[in-house]
């Protein structure tokens, strides 16, 4: 069955620092996308990075990259230089191919950027 | 391009009550999913319709229900409310809804049941 671990509950990071968000996957499914999604307190999702199963390089998205180990069906995003305004929740979400429009999520990070 | 818009952005009902919550998505996108936010069972899909036609449902009671227009507009609604329904509903939108698609979130509703 489709499910998406996040064991972080919370992060601390310094500003301007970079950090690591930890995602693993479980699909039976060869075709699958894997996002990553932003949440401020404000509640709206807002989307920074995709990676399909079939992609060889890492997705880039500005300060945003995606670790991607399918073997070890991990998706870590990692964040740059870190600002105030990246202190929100982070959610690792994943589609199977057989699943239109269905994004299966994780539990979410927190993430606290100190000055 | 304007973003997935929902509406009400806020709902207080009762119990017993039902309620209609409306999306609009971004022009061009078909395909129109839903999901309900609580904190302790996380984000959950309850339904995805394309091309008016309901074409992936989560696992929630019949007293969710959805539809979609033929401008892709869609609504959700919850009839006979329980507290438990208390939530931040959210819509997403994309242009097929496939896998590789990627899914683009309005601002929610948050529903609170009394």
């Known amino acids: 069955a489709q499910k998406i671990t996040q064991t972080q509950p919370g992060m601390f990071v310094q500003e301007k620092e970079a950090v690591t968000l930890d995602c693993t996957y479980d699909?039976?499914?060869?075709?699958?996308?894997l996002f990553w999604y932003k949440q401020p307190s404000s509640g709206e999702m807002i989307f920074l990075i995709y990676q399909g199963s079939y992609d060889e390089q890492n997705a880039t998205e500005g300060r945003y990259s995606l670790n991607f180990q399918k073997a070890r069906k991990s998706a870590n995003l990692v964040i740059s230089a870190s600002q105030l305004g990246d202190s929100a929740m982070y959610f690792c979400?994943?589609?199977?191919?057989?699943?239109?429009?269905?994004?299966?999520f994780g539990q979410g990070t927190t993430l606290q950027v100190k000055p | 391009k304007a973003g997935v818009t929902q509406t009400p952005r806020y709902l207080i009902k009762t119990r017993g009550q039902q309620v209609t919550l409306s999306c609009s998505p971004i022009?061009?996108?078909?395909?129109v999913s839903w999901y309900q936010q609580t904190p302790g069972q996380g984000l959950q899909f309850l339904f995805e319709?394309?091309?008016?036609?309901?074409?992936n449902k989560g696992n929630f009671p019949g007293r969710f229900s959805g539809r979609q227009f033929s401008n892709s507009r869609s609504e959700m609604n919850v009839s006979t409310l329980e507290l438990g329904d208390s939530a931040l509903y959210l819509c997403?939108?994309?242009?097929?809804?496939?896998?590789?698609?990627?899914?683009?979130f309005g601002p929610g509703t948050r529903l609170t049941v009394l």
């Open positions: 022009s061009g996108h078909r395909s």
């Open positions: 699909t039976s499914d060869q075709s699958y996308g």
């Open positions: 979400a994943m589609r199977e191919s057989g699943n239109t429009g269905k994004l299966i």
């Open positions: 319709y394309f091309s008016e036609t309901q074409r």
């Open positions: 997403a939108s994309s242009l097929t809804g496939g896998y590789s698609d990627t899914q683009y």
